[in-house]
């Protein structure tokens, strides 16, 4: 994937905002990168920007080799359909479906087959499998975090997105998801694009990538 002289700008009133500025970023299949920063530094919106989740206000994103330039948000859903996982920092569960109705969304809409045993499968990896037919509001914070999880690599991506994905689970659970996730890396040649506070986990990626001011430095 590639960002190419990406900016983003938001309005707040009378007042134009710089998120992120100037950006150029390429990152190789199969590469594992952690973007670190302090807090509204723009990580999110630089990962979000790369999923094709939102659009640059100038510059060009390309995914999985096509651009995002001209795309409507149907059709970015639907490139990212069986290609692309994402972990949100805030989950984005669906609160009317159970854990695996959840997990097997993603599967379901990429037309993959077998979605119910992708999702148990999913699940049971991250130690979840008693709780297939919880509803969220049924979950602690760190359960949800696990069912995000799950959902992002029940269809097996090429490239998975995670912000903070560790952030909201105990040490024990976190190292077990870490291990997961550059499993998957390593074993499926999955992309891993993360946001971290965790230097620890950064330095386990290939690259470090550290946003200051809404520009980036490698």
Excluded: W
């Excluded at 695996?100 to 990896?125: C, F, H, S, T, Y």
């Amino acid at each position: 994937m590639e960002a190419v002289d990406v900016s983003k700008r938001v309005r707040s009133g009378q007042t134009e905002l710089t998120i992120l500025e100037a950006v150029d970023l390429r990152i190789a299949e199969g590469q594992s990168v952690a973007i670190v920063g302090s807090s509204g530094s723009g990580k999110t919106t630089l990962l979000s920007l790369l999923a094709g989740l939102d659009l640059p206000t100038h510059g060009e994103i390309r995914l999985d080799g096509q651009s995002l330039s001209g795309l409507d948000e149907d059709a970015r859903a639907a490139l990212r359909a069986g290609r692309v996982g994402f972990v949100f920092q805030s989950f984005q569960l669906l609160g009317g479906f159970t854990a695996i109705e959840n997990v097997m969304l993603p599967a379901e809409l990429a037309g993959l087959p077998d979605a119910g045993d992708r999702a148990k499968a999913a699940l049971d990896r991250v130690g979840l499998s008693a709780r297939l037919n919880h509803y969220p509001y049924q979950l602690s914070g760190g359960e949800q975090q696990r069912v995000a999880i799950a959902r992002a690599y029940c269809s097996e991506p090429r490239i998975l997105f995670a912000d903070e994905p560790t952030g909201n689970l105990d040490h024990d659970t976190g190292e077990r998801i870490v291990q997961q996730l550059f499993e998957l890396n390593r074993v499926s040649g999955t992309t891993l694009v993360l946001v971290t506070h965790d230097r620890a986990l950064a330095a386990r990626c290939d690259r470090q990538l550290t946003l200051s001011h809404g520009r980036l430095v490698e």
